[in-house]
T-cell receptor, first 112, second 110 residues
Framework: DQQVKQNSPSLSVQEGRISILNCDYTNSMFDYFLWYKKYPAEGPTFLISISSIKDKNEDGRFTVFLNKSAKHLSLHIVPSQPGDSAVYFCAATFGTASKLTFGTGTRLQVTL | DGGITQSPKYLFRKEGQNVTLSCEQNLNHDAMYWYRQDPGQGLRLIYYSQIVNDFQKGDIAEGYSVSREKKESFPLTVTSAQKNPTAFYLC?????????FGQGTRLTVV
């Protein structure tokens, strides 16, 4: 049972435009959500997170939106840059030391 | 420098042999995790440990074993019972919020 889903395996966006990556979850116990960026043959690096008590968190070019009623979150990257090309994973958890459940990832390609 | 170190980066194993992947962290994190990545399947949780001397099975624990004798170390053994061991293995540690990952170990069974 896939509790965290990223239904778009890939996304292509022009440089300078907005990239929107989506993530859905099924477990209403999740109270903390994270986005990671991953390059091939490397470990994921943390990008941004959001607590379930908020509906938006912003950090520079990255903004995460959370819609609890829809069990949906999205990552917006504005403006997109070629260096943003990578695989993006969303993850969800509850509690401070419990397991992180990851989605299957979305490969973002930012074209010139 | 604080961080998580996985070793080796590349590992080759003959079919039928056990192999142990190392994961060490100096971040003083209580929780540690092992994930496996296969193409198109995201990151799947193998085992995790919330505290020293305690660990829980993740979603795909069959064929794997772990130990957590020290806070800094969480080694993963891939046993001969694991049917498809060739994969990219990632270790992570976490305090309260985000998890930090090592650089991964690519295991290939030959």
């Amino acid at each position: 049972d896939q509790q965290v889903k990223q239904n778009s395996p890939s996304l292509s966006v022009q440089e300078g435009r907005i990239s929107i990556l989506n993530c859905d979850y099924t477990n209403s116990m999740f109270d903390y959500f994270l986005w990671y960026k991953k390059y091939p043959a490397e470990g994921p690096t943390f990008l941004i997170s959001i607590s379930s008590i908020k509906d938006k968190n912003e950090d520079g070019r990255f903004t995460v939106f959370l819609n609890k009623s829809a069990k949906h979150l999205s990552l917006h990257i504005v403006p997109s840059q070629p260096g943003d090309s990578a695989v993006y994973f969303c993850a969800a958890t509850f509690g401070t030391a419990s397991k992180l459940t990851f989605g299957t990832g979305t490969r973002l390609q930012v074209t010139l | 420098d604080g961080g998580i170190t996985q070793s080796p980066k590349y590992l080759f194993r003959k079919e039928g042999q056990n192999v142990t992947l190392s994961c060490e962290q100096n971040l003083n994190h209580d929780a540690m995790y092992w994930y496996r990545q296969d193409p198109g399947q995201g990151l799947r949780l193998i085992y995790y440990s919330q505290i020293v001397n305690d660990f829980q099975k993740g979603d795909i624990a069959e064929g794997y074993s772990v130990s957590r004798e020290k806070k800094e170390s969480f080694p993963l053994t891939v046993t001969s019972a694991q049917k498809n061991p060739t994969a990219f293995y990632l270790c992570a540690s976490r305090a309260n919020t985000e998890a930090f990952f090592g650089q991964g170990t690519r295991l290939t069974v030959v």
